[in-house]
């Protein structure tokens, strides 16, 4: 560009100088002195040593950049000349691609392609949806059977632990009685045998020798006796403390299996949306190809029409646009007025084979 307008470079700094007006005396912005027809080093005393006439040389080549302007612009008037052109063709084409006959036809074939296309797209994805729904609905009924039966069995086995546990205790209270009954028998044994101490004997019976160690045997009886309530309260707490850990161990390994059994729920459900979530997009991802194939095939023969006008009529005819399709959103399930051609699964295999 800088040599097509007659720019020159500084030899200094090498910086662009553009020569708008005045001598060809160029002082550039690092005090290098030259000529700006030639480029040579200025000199003080004779100014350009290779002695340019700067008028001539600036007129040459203000008029050769004035042509260039000239034919810059002649070229620019033709090409939007031959645009305006080329539009009005493309114009006249389309308008006569709109009034053909043929186009017409194979506009509406495609249209109607495209809404069973449509609707088969839509049967398929109400149809995975309610699959996915009933597998859901499925999967919760099982994980709440099987958390019912957990709660179940463990309520189950708390209270056969509580009946032993009961069991056990009456148990207990019964043998802590008969050592009771046991024990004041025996007292009053001892009691009998020590009362007659200092009587005089029958002559008939033998005389009793009431000796220290039974009185003291007596005397430890009577204290036994005095301490048996609280031995026996001690015993039954004893053993109520063991029976109370025995349960809150019971439930908390229940509460851990609880546990374990919604975690395991949960990761099923997981990995349930995590499959049905890929297979939605395996079924978006095939439609989509489906789309670009029916696209391709409806632009082959749009070309093939237009290419069979042109070589009949004589003239130009433009390639018609493609049906567009239409946004949808997923919770629209909407169906086109002739959704009752497909009135069983047949129909729809039908549909699916042909599609395929």
């Known amino acids: 560009m800088g040599e097509k307008s007659g720019w020159r470079r500084c030899y200094k700094c090498r910086n662009l100088v553009e020569l708008n007006q005045g001598c060809t005396h160029i002082t550039c912005r690092c005090k ?10 200025w000199d003080p005393d004779v100014g350009c040593p290779n002695f340019c006439n700067g008028d001539e040389e600036l007129e040459r080549r203000q008029q050769e950049e004035e042509a260039r302007i000239a034919a810059l612009e002649a070229e620019q008037a033709l090409k ?54 009933q597998q859901k609905v499925a999967l919760v009924e099982r994980h709440s059977a099987a958390l019912e039966k957990m709660k179940e069995r463990h309520a189950k086995t708390a209270e056969n632990l509580e ?3 009961v069991a056990a205790e009456f148990e207990l209270r019964s043998s802590l009685e008969t050592e009771q009954r046991n024990i004041r028998i025996r007292l009053r044994h001892m009691e009998a045998y020590c009362d007659g101490l200092g009587k005089k004997p029958s002559s008939d019976m033998p005389s009793r020798v ?40 019971l439930v908390e390994r229940q509460d851990t299996e609880l546990e374990r059994l919604t975690e395991k729920d949960r990761q099923e459900v997981e990995g349930l949306e995590s499959n049905q979530t890929d297979e939605e997009d395996l079924l978006t991802v095939t439609f989509s190809r489906r789309r670009t194939a029916i696209e ?48 069983d699964m047949e129909d729809m295999e039908k549909a699916l084979i042909t599609f395929s």
């Open 80 to 133: 939007e000349e031959e645009a305006a052109k080329e539009l009005v063709e493309r114009e006249l084409a389309m308008q006569r691609s709109r009034e053909a006959p043929a186009f017409e036809t194979l506009r509406q074939e495609q249209c109607t392609e495209m809404d069973r296309f449509l609707l088969f797209e839509r049967r398929q994805k109400w149809l995975m949806w309610t699959r996915h729904a």
């Open 163 to 165: 009946d032993r546990q």
């Open 32 to 41: 290098a002195q030259f000529c700006y027809i030639c480029g040579a080093v």
């Open 296 to 343: 391709k095939r409806w632009e082959v023969a749009i070309e093939m029409v237009r290419t069979q006008l042109e070589t009949s009529k004589g003239v130009r005819f433009a390639a018609i646009p493609l049906p567009e399709w239409p946004q949808e959103k997923e919770e629209e399930f909407g169906l086109p007025s002739y959704a009752d051609e497909f009135v």
């Open 210 to 249: 009431v000796t220290e160690r039974d009185l003291r045997e007596l005397g430890q009886q009577y204290n036994v006796e005095k301490n048996m309530k609280q031995l026996h309260q001690a015993k039954i707490n004893v053993m109520r403390d063991r029976q109370a850990k025995a349960l809150e161990d």
